[in-house]
């Protein structure tokens, strides 16, 4: 069974920072592509960082570039986030995504975290 559960969220105050974790199941993290999304209130959800399967890179929105880093550890089935130098309009829902294609490419899966809030305040 695929499971993706996140942790580390909380308050914080600006230019402090926070660690947020996801512990999944039924997947390899190295195998698929792993990533974090967020939801501020009355906005639609935004992809902010993802890593790719293998050795294909990553990739992070300019609203946090150089403020938050992802990584995988395989071992612990993990995909962390950190956020440094954090601002309120980082403050939002935050999301763990896992999504792969199946071996002919003709399915993609999308499997989410059940969301961990991050408040910061100014």
């Known amino acids: 069974e695929v499971q993706l559960v996140e942790s580390g969220g909380g308050l914080v105050q600006a230019g402090g920072s926070l660690r947020l974790s996801c512990t999944v199941s039924?997947?390899?993290?190295?195998?698929?592509?792993v990533g974090w999304f967020r939801q501020a209130e009355g906005k639609e959800r935004e992809e902010i960082s993802c890593?790719?399967?293998?050795?294909?890179?990553?990739y992070a929105a300019e609203s946090v570039k150089g403020r938050f880093t992802i990584q995988r550890d395989n071992v612990k089935r993990t995909v962390t986030l950190q956020m440094n130098s954090l601002r309120s309009e980082d403050t939002a829902v935050y999301y763990c995504?896992?999504?792969?294609?199946?071996?002919?490419?003709?399915?993609?899966?999308?499997?989410w975290g059940q969301g961990t809030q991050v408040t910061v305040s100014s």
């Open positions: 995504h896992a999504a792969w294609l199946d071996v002919d490419g003709s399915s993609r899966y999308d499997y």
């Open positions: 039924g997947f390899r993290v190295d195998e698929v592509a």
């Open positions: 890593m790719w399967s293998g050795n294909f890179g990553t």
